[in-house]
């Protein structure tokens, strides 16, 4: 009979078969932790690059520029607003997220970009440990950012 797989030098026998699953429950605990903020995403590699590369593509078919500065002002703005209206902190952080965030759809489609943002928003912001409740309410605001098909 085999011993069982090695956990640091332990089998899995030995060690009870829990290290593995404690030390990941730990670094799960940690990512969440660490609540995802404006300022986070804003410096992003993965949304860096691709608000980059849509503000190209949409240049290349005449549209304005949509790219960081565009994203960051739509961010910052979008923060402000909820704050004057007295919301909670984190509502207006998450709507910063949003606004930064809004235009990534165009990477797929101009039309109905605000929905394939949403969907964009959803997997970016799960890998980075984002709460599901916290993600829909991005989603939301992504997908309803045009008013003619909110």
Avoid at 72 to 77: A, D, I, S
Wanted: proline content about 1%; charged content about 25%.
């Amino acid at each position: 009979m085999s011993a069982g797989r090695t956990v640091r030098g332990q089998t899995c026998s030995e060690s009870g078969a829990r290290p593995a699953l404690a030390e990941l429950k730990r670094y799960w605990s940690r990512r969440k932790m660490a609540e995802l903020t404006f300022n986070k995403i804003s410096k992003n590699h993965d949304i860096l690059a691709m608000i980059r590369q849509l503000d190209e593509q949409l240049g290349v078919i005449g549209y304005t520029e949509h790219g960081i500065r565009h994203a960051k002002w739509v961010g910052r703005t979008a923060q402000k607003v909820l704050k004057a209206l007295g919301r909670e902190k984190r509502e207006a952080e998450l709507a910063g997220i949003a606004g930064f965030m809004h235009d990534i759809g165009n990477l797929v489609n101009r039309e109905d970009h605000a929905q394939a943002g949403a969907l964009l928003a959803h997997e970016l912001l799960k890998d980075l440990g984002m709460p599901l409740d916290e993600i829909m309410q991005v989603m939301s605001a992504i997908g309803n950012h045009h008013e003619e098909h909110a």
